[in-house]
């Protein structure tokens, strides 16, 4: 089982721990540290509440998601949960993807780019907390909006406490399975996935709520 992290510091002095390449200096999160810490003091500055989810700092406003900060190969980011509510008159936030319906991230390509646009930032940091605070909603897509992949209904043909359960998940651990299952390129890269979270899914889990083994 991949390590847990369970503070900021462990993350960006280790790495998120979802990849072989944890406490390594390929780890994507070394990369982009210079920046990923300048996202971080924009968010404690805001006054929000910092935690680890899905094993990257998470920051929260009375228990409600706000904004998570993520590193990738190419760049890294700072995603408002309900951003498509901000106004952005700036145009610094982009759709992640297109599953992206109600977040909206502030892609960093180079560290210097958040110093001038941190102004802009922390006014969209607390027009996101307000947002939480008037209890607003972000658009979401339908569970319906994404494909069963061909593997996941053979599954469901060959096991109904299987799809029974699947069924029974909430539609954004749905969501989450269905992305994860279909964004694998191999049939048998599909089928390895669908197995690997069977457990989870039976008992009614997320693939983020617990690492599957």
């Known amino acids: 089982m991949p390590p847990k992290i369970h503070t900021v510091t462990e993350?960006?002095?280790s790495g998120c721990g979802r990849c072989d390449k944890f406490e390594t200096p390929e780890c994507?999160?070394?990369?982009?540290?210079?920046?990923?810490?300048?996202?971080?003091?924009?968010?404690?500055e805001s006054g929000l509440t910092e935690e680890v989810k899905w094993s990257?700092?998470?920051y929260t406003h009375r228990g409600k998601n706000v904004a998570i900060v993520g590193a990738f190969n190419e760049f890294c980011t700072l995603?408002?949960?309900?951003?498509?509510?901000?106004?952005?008159?700036?145009?610094?936030?982009?759709?992640?993807?297109e599953n992206g319906a109600g977040s909206r991230i502030f892609r960093v390509t180079h560290?210097?780019?958040?110093q001038p646009a941190a102004p802009t930032l922390r006014a969209y940091l607390q027009?996101?907390?307000?947002?939480?605070e008037t209890g607003a909603r972000a658009p979401s897509r339908p569970v319906s909006d994404f494909p069963v992949p061909e593997e996941l209904a053979e599954k469901?043909?060959?096991?109904a406490s299987y799809e029974a359960a699947f069924r029974a998940l909430t539609p954004g651990r749905q969501k989450a399975y269905l992305l994860i299952f279909g964004q694998a390129k191999q049939a048998a890269t599909r089928r390895a996935r669908i197995e690997k979270y069977a457990a989870h899914v039976m008992a009614g889990k997320g693939p983020h709520d617990e690492y599957a083994c």
């Open 11 to 13: 993350y960006l002095t």
């Open 28 to 44: 994507k999160v070394h990369r982009w540290r210079e920046a990923l810490e300048a996202l971080r003091a924009l968010c404690l």
């Open 56 to 58: 990257h700092p998470c």
């Open 79 to 97: 995603a408002f949960f309900k951003g498509a509510l901000l106004q952005d008159p700036a145009g610094l936030l982009e759709t992640q993807g």
């Open 111 to 114: 560290a210097g780019q958040i």
């Open 127 to 132: 027009e996101a907390i307000l947002l939480e």
């Open 156 to 159: 469901f043909a060959a096991d």
